[in-house]
C-alpha cells in the first residue's frame, strides 16, 4: 500500500488519526510526509507531519508485525 486515502485510521496503539492530505519537503520536492491529527490526552487536537515510509510501517507488539496505522474510512 504506497497509496494514503483520506479519512480516518487508527492507530496500533488504539488512538484515532484523521489524514488530511500528504505533502511532499518543501526543500528537495522528493520525501513525502502524511499530515494528519488526533485528540492528545488533555482534549486538545494536534496536527503532526510523518514521513510517509514511517506511516506504512509496521510495528512489532507482542512478537507480531502489525501496520502502524490501520485505514477505517472516510
Do not use: C, T, W
Not at 496503539?13 to 502524511?34: M, N, T, W
Not at 482534549?43 to 512478537?63: C, H, I, T
Amino acid at each position: 500500500m504506497d497509496e494514503i486515502k483520506i479519512g480516518r485510521y487508527m492507530h496500533y496503539k488504539g488512538i484515532p488519526h484523521d489524514v488530511l492530505g500528504v505533502a511532499r519537503h518543501s526543500e528537495d520536492d522528493a520525501q513525502e510526509f502524511v499530515i494528519y491529527r488526533h485528540m492528545n490526552s488533555k482534549g486538545v487536537n494536534q496536527m503532526y507531519a510523518r514521513p510517509k515510509e514511517l506511516f506504512l510501517s509496521d510495528v512489532e507488539v507482542d512478537g507480531k508485525h502489525i501496520p502502524r496505522f490501520v485505514y477505517l474510512g472516510e
